[in-house]
């Protein structure tokens, strides 16, 4: 596939009013208009370049937008406060009552949560499904049936979705293919294999500092334009925006997007290959041994590598518990949920970001309560982390039971 992500993004070129090298941020939540006219105009939607009120949109976040568009090749973006302010806006964009949703059982907590347990109120019923398995998904559409809901590399199994045979499936019932990319920005282009509407959830990887929350819907300017509508759209109405000064900063670190998304899959490579070879369960897209390696081989944009997410079990939580504890003791990484930060992050999902999915659900999927997700960071010296992380294991009995049994 011939698809740069990185040259798009850089083949932009903007400058500050006065020529600064970065765009100016618009510090104002509301604009001026010299015509009263031209007022009324903006709000039936009949005015390029015009800007109304910064929830609706502003310069800064067009700017943000137009790169990540470019990033996802899709024709436009929006941006929001955070990355369940860019899925929920988007499912209630496409579906209302009456409406049925093919989603994939192991997605973000979060989305989890809104799909089972928010959306039925209005009216809107979700199948989960398991959906590395093309016939399951044909099996559960519907009638009713708008969307079917995905994330490229799930939240945090790990599983990949075969997004070209599934948009083949969205075409067939004229349904809409929406992926959350937040795993693997780069590495996976969702749009250029079928995707209608590709979500991130900025906060983690494309940020990458941990220091704001930030979402975007990647999608085509109808779609984009619907969601922003003053009369009816999601976005507008439901009030998720990005303020334009985390947009400016968001931009400035997308610069570096390439780079450290490299730095994270070779490091998660290492680790995951070592750890295997020490007989630890591990589970990493790159991986031969990962059941949807060759799917993410041939549709992965390939200088970016399998992404910086890894998972290990344990074996119990008390282990898990444990062994995390001890690697935040030795500043091999922290505690904390969310990933794409310089520094590597752990959680046991089970009892955090998952523990919206009822037990015997977890179970079914496969969520053991010993499963640790990493979020590996941009360590310059993988080989003495691995080293460290080794100690920490064989200290916690983490390793030895693996190695032993
Ligand atoms: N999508 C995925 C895959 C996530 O992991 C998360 C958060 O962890 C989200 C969406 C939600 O994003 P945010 O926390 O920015 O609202």
Redesign the pocket.
Known sequence: MDFKPANNIQDLQYFGEFGGVNPSISDSSTYTFLEAKTMFDTFEGNTDGCYLYSRHTSPSNLYLGEALAAMEGTETANVAG????A?TPTILQICGAGDHIVSSRT??G??YAFLKNFTPRMGIETSFVNITKLDIVEAAINKNTKMIYC?TVS?PLLEVADIKGLSALAKKYDLQLVV?N??SPLSISPAQLGADVVIH????FINGSSDT???VVCASADFINSQKSVIDGASMLLGSSMDSLRSSSILKNMRTLHIRMKQHSKNATYLAEKFEADGLKTVYPGLKSHPSHEIFKSIMNKEYGYGGMLTIDAGSLEKANALMELMQERNLGYLA???GFYKTLFSAPSTS?SSEIPEDEQVEMGLTDGLIRFSIGLDNDIERTYEMMKTCMLEVDVLKEKVLA
Request: aromatic content about 8%.
């Open positions: 955070s990355g369940m302010g899925i997605i973000y979060g989305t994330e939240n959350d937040t795993f959830s900025l906060t983690k929350m930030g979402g949920v969310s990933l970001t």
